[in-house]
């Protein structure tokens, strides 16, 4: 809808993991290091971890586009799955028809692992969503590790999750599959608003994009406060942003425009929501001690010299006596303008007597 009024060839913020827009972070390359490593190494197990919407399917169909056409995939994405669904499933993505149980299905998928490990061949199963594998797949996941020469593994096994994964992984049941895993990583989200705004600007030019400053640097900003760096959260807001700055005429994305659609989305920072809900911040911090308000305010009746000590303390004990009233808080932004803040003693003392915070709770002077 808005594409042609940007001078865009399509929509650069889509939900979808187009692997044409991937964005290479530090901790992607990293991954991405760790996956091609492990699958040529013959590693075995791999487990990828990272937060909701960080990019671990767009970075996992990257890779499967790039594999060489002799490495042979299965890619399983939906981890709800009984045993005997797995196998089945298995089946399906490794082409084996010729079986009527389990032990027929491992007979038949160790052929074919043997067949191309002979050649050189490789042969790669990853599961996404990993975290979401019950306990007894997780295990039958561990058994076909099992599948090995004397010297390698003939069936790599990339296992990518939430960080939940990490902790299903320490379950004491799985102690020896988490003994398995050969190689960990973990896909974090940007860590600040310069690499959100590369992130923004990179999936722009995928897009066709001829200038990149479609968002103005305090629409970027906020959108990297509201996301919290996660790539999913930071589409969404832009899409939307797009969207509405197509609909009011608004040749560059403003603060103000990713504001409303946060708003919309339930996705306004902390402190931000706390001031749009009027609830109340912590009361300020006095900045004065008891002793040094008395001398504060003796100065400002022209007794101050009677009660400065060279130790800084108040001269006599009825000060403190005086002053133990309920204290109001003192507040230093009176004064807008330095030039006209007091800069002696006795104009602090005059200003702290005028504004009344001298006086005790029956209005007398203290």
């Not at 991954?31 to 919407?53: C, D, P, Q």
């Not at 603060?255 to 946060?262: D, G, H, L, M, S």
């Not at 706390?274 to 008891?290: H, K």
């Not at 403190?320 to 007091?342: G, K, M």
Request: hydrophobic fraction near 35%.
């Amino acid at each position: 809808m808005y594409a042609e009024f940007y001078g865009l060839r399509e929509m650069p913020f889509a939900l979808t993991p187009d692997p044409r827009y991937i964005y290479f972070t530090p901790s992607h390359t990293e991954v991405m290091a760790n996956l091609h490593y492990g699958i040529e190494s013959g590693k075995g197990l791999i487990v990828v971890t990272g937060e909701v919407g960080t990019g671990k399917t767009t970075m996992l169909r990257w890779v499967m586009k790039r594999l060489d056409r002799t490495v042979l995939v299965a890619y399983i994405f939906n981890p709800r799955l009984s045993v005997p669904e797995f196998y089945q499933h298995l089946a399906t993505l490794f082409d084996i028809t010729n079986w009527d149980n389990k032990s027929d299905f491992l007979i038949e998928l160790g052929n074919v692992l043997e067949s191309r490990h002979s050649r050189g061949l490789r042969t790669v199963l990853i599961i996404d969503e990993a975290h979401g594998l019950s306990t007894n797949v997780l295990e039958e996941v561990r058994l076909l590790c099992n599948f090995e020469s004397d010297t390698a593994k003939k069936l790599q096994i990339v296992l990518t999750g939430q960080p939940e994964l990490r902790t299903v992984l320490n379950y004491s049941d799985l102690r020896q599959l988490k003994q398995r895993v050969a190689l960990r990583c973990e896909i974090t989200a940007l860590p600040n608003v310069e690499e959100t705004a590369q992130y923004i600007a990179s999936r722009l030019k995928v897009a066709g994009a001829q200038r990149t400053d479609i968002f103005s640097p305090g629409a970027v900003d906020y959108v990297f406060r509201c996301s919290e760096g996660i790539p999913r959260n930071i589409n969404n807001l832009c899409d939307n942003a797009l969207l509405n700055g197509f609909a009011a005429s608004e040749p560059t994305i403003s603060r103000a425009i990713v504001e409303e659609v946060a708003t919309t989305f339930d996705m306004v920072p902390h402190a931000d929501r706390s001031v749009q809900n009027g609830e109340e911040r912590e009361a300020p911090a006095r900045i004065f001690r008891a002793a040094g308000r008395a001398e504060l305010w003796a100065a400002g009746n022209g007794n101050g010299d009677s009660h400065f000590g060279s130790d800084n303390s108040v001269g006599s004990d009825e000060t403190f006596t005086a002053i133990s009233t309920p204290e109001t808080d003192i507040i230093y932004h009176e004064y807008t303008n330095r030039s006209e803040a007091p800069a002696t003693v006795e104009e602090l003392g005059s200003a702290f007597s005028r504004s009344g915070l001298g006086r005790g709770n029956n209005g007398q002077s203290l």
